[in-house]
C-alpha cells in the first residue's frame, strides 16, 4: 500500500488529531512509496533500525520515536546515524506516542488491562478519548501478591510493590503505562485500591505510603509492548500486509 495512505489510516485509527503530545504522531521519516513489509517495535533505537535494515522492510511502526520536545534540535551523532540509515535504506518510520497509549482496543492500557485479568477496563474519564489512566475491577478481590505474581507472569519481569498495609486485597485497580507514575495521586483519589504504572520516581514509594493506595512498578518498555504490536497485527488483518514484531531487550 502507498506509505502516505498507510499514514492517513493509522491517523485515523488512533485519533491522533485530538492529542497534544510530546513528538509529532504519524509519518516522521518518509522512505519508500509502496509499503509491503512492516517492522514494529517499542522504540526506534539503533538496535531495532538494524534489524530493520537487515530484514529489508518498507516501513517501521514504534511508539517511541524521534523529535522529543526539548531534545536538542541538530541532527547530528546518535540522531544522524538513526535518521541516515532509515533514509538510505528508504525505511518509513510512522511514531505513535499517546495515541498508542489510549486506544480503546489496540492501546498500551487496553491490552496490559486484558492481560492481567481486569475485568470492565475503561478510563477514569470515560467521555475523554485521551484519558490516559486505565481502570477495572477484579470479582471476586485478589491479594496484592497475585496481582504482583500476574504481572510477573505476564510482563516476564518483576514488580516493585509498594504495599499500603499488609495481605491488601484489591478489587479496583487503576493503571497508565510507561512514565504514569505521578497519577497515582489521581488513582488514590478515585478511592481505587491499587496503581500500576511502567516507571517509579523516587517520590511515588511516599506519595503510595500517605495516600494509602498499592503500587506496583512494572517497567516502561514491559507494558509498553503490547499496544505497537496489537497495532502491527490490525494491519496485517485490514491490509494483508507483513508484520514482524521486534522486541530489543530493555530492563527499564
Known amino acids: ?6 499514514e492517513k489510516h493509522l491517523n485515523s485509527l488512533l485519533s491522533s488529531h485530538l492529542f497534544k503530545d510530546y513528538c509529532p504522531n504519524g509519518l516522521q521519516v518518509e522512505g519508500k512509496s509502496e509499503v509491503t513489509r ?7 533505537c539503533q538496535a531495532l533500525i538494524d534489524r530493520a535494515v537487515e530484514a529489508q522492510v518498507d516501513a517501521l511502526l514504534v511508539h517511541h520515536g524521534f523529535f522529543w520536545k526539548g531534545e536538542p534540535e541538530p541532527i547530528r551523532g546518535m540522531k544522524f546515524r538513526r535518521i541516515k540509515a532509515l533514509i538510505d535504506n528508504g525505511i518509513n518510520l510512522y511514531a505513535y506516542h499517546l495515541p498508542v497509549d489510549v486506544h480503546p482496543s489496540l492501546g498500551n492500557n487496553a491490552r496490559l ?3 492481567l485479568g481486569v475485568q470492565e477496563v475503561t ?3 470515560p467521555e475523554n478519548p485521551c484519558a490516559l489512566i486505565g481502570t477495572g475491577h477484579f470479582t471476586p478481590p485478589i491479594s496484592a501478591k497475585t496481582l504482583a505474581q500476574r504481572i510477573e507472569s505476564a510482563l516476564a519481569r518483576q514488580p516493585l510493590h509498594i504495599a499500603s498495609e499488609p495481605d491488601k486485597l484489591i478489587t479496583t485497580l487503576g493503571w497508565c503505562t510507561g512514565g504514569g507514575q505521578d497519577f497515582i495521586e489521581q488513582a488514590a483519589n478515585a478511592n481505587l485500591d ?4 511502567g516507571e517509579i520516581s523516587e517520590r511515588t514509594t ?8 498499592d503500587y506496583f512498578a512494572a517497567g516502561h518498555h514491559a507494558t509498553e509492548r503490547y499496544g505497537i504490536k496489537a497495532l502491527g497485527e490490525h494491519l496485517v488483518k485490514e491490509y494483508g500486509v507483513s508484520v514482524q514484531f521486534v522486541d530489543i531487550d530493555n530492563p527499564v
Open 123 to 125: 478510563t477514569l474519564e
Open 206 to 213: 511516599h506519595s503510595a505510603r500517605e495516600l494509602g493506595i
Open 1 to 6: 500500500m502507498n506509505n502516505l495512505v498507510l
Open 194 to 197: 491499587a496503581f500500576i504504572s
Open 38 to 44: 512492516i517492522m514494529t517495535g517499542v522504540t526506534a
Open 113 to 115: 488491562g486484558k492481560l
